[in-house]
């Protein structure tokens, strides 16, 4: 059986669970979805997401309880959104605790005061898509290995590199399955 675990530190965990759960069902696809909080629990996943929240919090308890490096080593599968972008990257405009797995860099609560949190449309995968930025980050740059996903005003919204996918926004918050539907894809690709 494959199993995604929702990282269970800080963020918006529930709301990850609940929209992976109705993907796994949409797609018909046999996943066990549950939230886990220990390096041992992360150890038997076949993929991570990594919720919104504060990343500097969830960076910290990642390298405490072990996390960081049982994802680093075990090469797992992770999405990451807002919080969980930023943790993806290789390099923030702060002192925290990366993973690191994604050859960008990302500014953080970047779309400015007025625009602190807001909802628009945006496209990715060549559909039209809800975009709810809370004091959202951008990606400043990306390496060769990098795909953009999706940009908004000019600034890049969402990558995938590899096994990892991340995006500015919060999927979770919207209804709309469809890059979880994606990242469970992914996970059953790289499990194969
Ligand atoms: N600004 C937060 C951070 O960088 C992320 C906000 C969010 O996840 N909604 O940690």
Redesign the pocket.
């Known amino acids: 059986m494959t199993t995604i675990g929702i990282l269970n530190l800080q ?1 918006d965990v529930s709301e990850h669970f609940e929209a992976m759960k109705k993907a796994a069902c949409d797609i018909g696809k046999n996943v066990d979805v549950f939230k886990v909080k220990t390096s041992d629990e992360v150890s038997k996943c076949d993929g991570i997401i990594i ?6 919090v969830i960076g910290n308890l990642m390298e405490e309880t072990g996390i960081k490096k049982v994802i680093v080593d075990q090469n797992i599968p992770v999405m990451g ?4 972008m ?1 943790l993806l990257a290789k390099k923030t405009d702060y002192e925290q605790p990366l993973l690191g797995l994604i050859d960008m860099e990302v500014k ?2 970047a779309f400015g005061r007025q625009k602190v949190s807001f909802e628009d449309d945006i496209e990715i995968f060549g559909k039209k898509f809800k975009g709810i930025f ?4 951008y990606i400043e740059k990306v390496g060769k290995s990098v795909d953009i996903l999706s940009k908004y005003n000019e600034r890049i919204v969402a990558v995938k590199s590899g096994k990892y996918i991340a995006t500015a926004f ?1 999927p979770e918050l919207t209804g709309d399955t469809t890059i979880h539907e994606y990242f469970i894809k992914e996970v059953l690709n790289c499990a194969e």
């Open positions: 963020g919720s919104g929240g504060e990343s500097t959104t807002c919080a969980g930023v953080r609560n809370i004091r959202a980050p919060h």
